[in-house]
C-alpha cells in the first residue's frame, strides 16, 4: 500500500503539473498507486495553499514601466482567476472523489452492519440450538431417571414375589409337616388294627367254646371292615393329599431357587410316607382277607364249645 504523507502528495501533484494535467484527488491517489480520498485531500489543499499567489499590491515597480507592467498584472490576474475558477473546479472534483469514498465506505459500513446481524442471526440460532439441546439432555435425563424408576420398582415387586414365594414355601413346608403328621397317625391306627387282628385271631381261637357269640363277631367284623373301608378311604385321601403337596413343593422349586434342596427332602419324606401307606393298604387288606376267611367258615368246622 502507498504511504501517504505531505512529500509524496506534493510530488505526485508536482508532476501532474509538469505534465500538463490537473492534481486532483483521484490522480493524485492513481499516480501514488493507492490511498484513501480523506488522506490525499488536506495534504493536497495544504501543496495547493503553499504555491505562490500573483497579488498585484505586492508588485514594485517602475513608474515608467507601470503601463507595460498594468498590462501584465490585468493578463496575471486574469490567469490567477481561472486558476481559481480550476482550483474550485479541482476541488469540487475532489469533494466528489470524498463524497464517493464516503458513499462507498457508507455501503462498506452496511455491508459490514448486514454482516453483522447476520453473525448476531447465527449466534441467536446457535443459542437456540444450545439451548434446544441443553433441553434435550435434560428431558433424556428425566427419561432416564423414569426408566431407572421403573427398573427400581420392578426390582421391589421381584423382591415381594420372593418373599411371597419364600411365605408359600413355608406354608407347604407346615402342611408337610402336617401331612407327615397324618401319616403318623395312619401308623398308629394301622398299629391299633394290628392288634385288632391279633384279637381276631383270639377269637377264632376262641370261637369253639364261644359259638353263641359268633353273631355279635360277625357284626364286630363288619363294623371293623366298615372302619377298614373308612381307613383305606382316608389313605386314599392322604394320598391325594401328598399328590397336592409334591405339586405345590415343583411349584415353590420353580418359584424360589434356594428351597430346592428343602422341597427334595419333603419329596423323599413324601415317597417314604407313601411306601409306608402302600404297606398299610396291604397290611389292611391281609387283615380283611383274614377276616372274609374267618366268616365264610362253616359252623361244623368250628371247634366245639368245651364244657367247664
Do not use: C, Y
Not at 508588485?59 to 501584465?72: K, V, Y
Amino acid at each position: 500500500m502507498a504511504i501517504v504523507s505531505f512529500e509524496s502528495v506534493a510530488q505526485a501533484a508536482q508532476a501532474l503539473v509538469e505534465a500538463g494535467e490537473k492534481p486532483s484527488v483521484r490522480k493524485v491517489i492513481e499516480r501514488l498507486g493507492g490511498g484513501s480520498p480523506n488522506a490525499v485531500l488536506p495534504l493536497l489543499n495544504e501543496w495547493k495553499a503553499g504555491r505562490p499567489l500573483i497579488r498585484a499590491s505586492d508588485i514594485q515597480l517602475d513608474p515608467r514601466i507601470a503601463a507595460l507592467i498594468a498590462e501584465q498584472v490585468s493578463t496575471a490576474s486574469t490567469a490567477a482567476a481561472q486558476a481559481a475558477e480550476d482550483r474550485a473546479a479541482d476541488v469540487q472534483a475532489d469533494a466528489e472523489a470524498v463524497a464517493e469514498a464516503g458513499r462507498a465506505a457508507e455501503a462498506r459500513a452496511d455491508d459490514l452492519e448486514q454482516a453483522l446481524e447476520q453473525a448476531r442471526s447465527e449466534n441467536d440460532s446457535q443459542a437456540r440450538a444450545l439451548d434446544a439441546l441443553q433441553a434435550e439432555r435434560v428431558r433424556d435425563a428425566q427419561v432416564a431417571q423414569e426408566k431407572l424408576d421403573t427398573l427400581t420398582a420392578q426390582l421391589l415387586g421381584e423382591r415381594q414375589r420372593a418373599d411371597q414365594a419364600v411365605q408359600t414355601v413355608a406354608k407347604d413346608e407346615v402342611r408337610l409337616e402336617a401331612a407327615l403328621a397324618q401319616v403318623g397317625e395312619l401308623r398308629a391306627r394301622i398299629e391299633a388294627l394290628q392288634a385288632v387282628e391279633a384279637k381276631l385271631h383270639a377269637s377264632e381261637q376262641r370261637a369253639a367254646v364261644a359259638e353263641a357269640r359268633l353273631s355279635d363277631e360277625r357284626a364286630h367284623g363288619e363294623d371293623l371292615a366298615q372302619r377298614l373301608a373308612g381307613a383305606e378311604q382316608r389313605v386314599e385321601a392322604l394320598q391325594t393329599s401328598v399328590e397336592q403337596l409334591r405339586i405345590s413343593e415343583q411349584t415353590a422349586r420353580a418359584e424360589l431357587s434356594s428351597a430346592q434342596r428343602e422341597a427334595a427332602q419333603a419329596m423323599e419324606q413324601t415317597k417314604e410316607s407313601r411306601g409306608e401307606a402302600k404297606e398299610a393298604r396291604a397290611e389292611l387288606r391281609e387283615v380283611r382277607l383274614a377276616l372274609d376267611k374267618a366268616l365264610a367258615q362253616p359252623k361244623s368246622a368250628q371247634p366245639k364249645k368245651k364244657v367247664e
